[in-house]
C-alpha cells in the first residue's frame, strides 16, 4: 500500500495499478474470441459453438457485477480486485487444464463471475482520488484498460492457441496472477466518510426519485451494441470474408483498440474542459450510428471502404464508457456508486 496516497505521484500510480488490474479481467473476458479461429481450424468447432464459448465469461460476469458492486460498497476496492483477480487467475489456469469444450466453457463463466469484480472496483477507485476537474482524464485513462487488454489479447493469443486452445489461456491466467499481486502491493482505498456517520440522505439510494442513472444505463447499454460486435466478430470476418493472415488480423485490431484508448483519454480530456460528461456521449451516439449504418451498406456490396470503416465503428464504439462510468460515480455518491457501475455494466453485456 502507498504511504502517502493523497500526493499527486501516488494518485496516478494508482491509475496506473487499476488500469493494469482491468486490463488483465478484459484480456481473460474478451481474450477467449481470439480462440476462434484455433478452434476452428484446430477442433474443426463450428463458428456457432465457438462463439458461444468465447461469450462464457461475459455471460459469468453479467451474473455477478451487481452483486460485487454491493461487496465495494462495502469492503472497499483494494480486497474486491486483489480477491477477484486471484479467483479469475485460478478459473483460467483450471479451463487451461481442461480438453473438454464444456468444461473449459463451465471455468470461463466462473472466471467470468470472478473479473467481474474488478471493472466496478478499478473505475470507483480511480473516481475517488481524483477532484472533479481532473476527473474525466484521470478515468479516460484508466478506461483505456478494455482496449488495452483487447489489444494484448489480440496481439498475443490467437499465436498461442496455434499451439492449442490451453496454450492461449494461459496468458490471461498469468496476467490475472500478476493483478492479483498489484492490487494487493498498489491500491490504496480512496478517502471516505463511514457509514455510522454518514447522513440518511446521502445513504439514500440514488434511483429513488430519480431518472438520471436509469437513463445513462440505457444510452450505455445501446452504445454497448456495436462494441460487442466488433471485438467478437472483427478478427474472423478479416480471416474468413477478407482471408487475412491470423497475425495480420489480430495486428489490426491491435491498433484499432490502442486508436480507442488513445481516443478514451482525449474524450475524458474533452469532458473535463467543458464541465459535461454526458454531451460528448451524445456526440459519439451520433458518430457511432452513421459508422455502423455505412460499414453494413460497405460490406453488403463488397466496397473496398469496408475495412477502413471497421476500423473507424471499432475505436469509436469504445470511446463512451469512461464518460458514462465518470457521470455515474459523481452521480451515486460514494455509498452507492459500486452498485450503480454494477447495475451499468450489467445493462451493457
Known amino acids: 500500500m502507498l504511504k502517502n496516497p493523497t500526493s499527486t505521484a501516488a494518485r496516478w500510480s494508482i491509475v496506473v495499478v487499476s488500469l493494469v ?26 463458428l456457432t459453438q ?23 460498497d462495502r469492503v472497499g476496492e483494494r480486497i ?9 487467475a485460478a478459473a483460467a489456469y483450471a479451463a487451461a487444464s481442461m480438453h473438454s469444450l464444456v468444461m473449459i466453457g463451465v471455468f470461463l463463466f466462473l472466471g467470468g463471475m470472478a473479473a467481474a469484480s474488478c471493472n466496478s472496483a478499478g473505475g470507483r477507485l480511480v473516481s475517488g482520488w481524483f477532484p472533479p476537474e481532473q476527473r474525466g482524464l484521470a478515468m479516460g485513462i484508466r478506461q483505456t484498460a478494455q482496449p488495452l487488454g483487447i489489444a494484448l489479447g ?64 440505457a444510452v450505455s447499454a445501446l452504445l454497448m451494441m456495436p462494441q460487442t460486435v466488433t471485438v467478437t ?27 480507442g484508448a488513445v481516443g478514451r483519454i482525449a474524450v475524458g480530456r474533452w469532458s473535463d474542459r467543458i464541465g459535461s460528461r454526458m454531451q460528448p456521449v451524445a456526440v459519439i451516439a451520433v458518430a457511432a ?54 447495475i451499468q455494466n450489467t445493462t451493457q453485456r
Not at 473476458?29 to 476452428?40: C, D, E, K, S, Y
Not at 474486491?80 to 479469475?88: I, N, P, Q, R, W
Not at 472483427?234 to 484499432?256: F, P, Y
Request: charged letters at 10%; hydrophobic letters at 55%; proline letters at 5%.
Open 80 to 88: 474486491v480486485m486483489t480477491v477477484g483477480s486471484a479467483l479469475t
Open 233 to 259: 466478430f472483427m478478427l474472423v470476418w478479416l480471416i474468413n470474408h477478407h482471408h487475412w493472415s491470423v497475425a495480420a488480423a489480430g495486428g489490426l485490431m491491435t491498433i484499432s483498440q490502442l486508436l
Open 154 to 217: 489480440a496481439l498475443v493469443i490467437p499465436e498461442l492457441a496455434e499451439r492449442g486452445a490451453q496454450a492461449g489461456l494461459l496468458f490471461p491466467a498469468i496476467a490475472c496472477t500478476a493483478a492479483a499481486v498489484a492490487s494487493l502491493i498498489g491500491v490504496t482505498d480512496p478517502p471516505r466518510k463511514n457509514r455510522q456517520s454518514a447522513t440518511g440522505e446521502e445513504l439514500a439510494s440514488p434511483y429513488r426519485g430519480s431518472s438520471v442513472l436509469w437513463r445513462i444505463h
Open 21 to 46: 488490474v482491468t486490463a488483465s479481467s478484459f484480456l481473460f473476458i474478451n481474450g477467449v474470441a481470439f480462440l476462434i479461429p484455433a478452434l476452428q481450424s484446430n477442433r474443426e468447432t463450428p
Open 50 to 72: 465457438a462463439g458461444l464459448l468465447a461469450s462464457m465469461p461475459s455471460w459469468g460476469m453479467v451474473v455477478t457485477l451487481v452483486a460485487w458492486g454491493y461487496v465495494l
Open 289 to 342: 450510428a452513421m459508422t455502423l449504418f455505412l460499414l453494413a451498406l460497405s460490406d453488403h456490396i463488397d466496397s473496398r471502404y469496408d475495412v477502413p470503416l471497421m476500423i473507424a465503428i471499432s475505436v469509436i464504439a469504445t470511446l463512451d464508457n469512461g464518460l458514462e462510468a465518470t457521470a455515474i460515480t459523481e452521480f451515486a455518491g460514494p455509498f452507492w456508486s459500486g452498485r450503480a457501475l454494477g
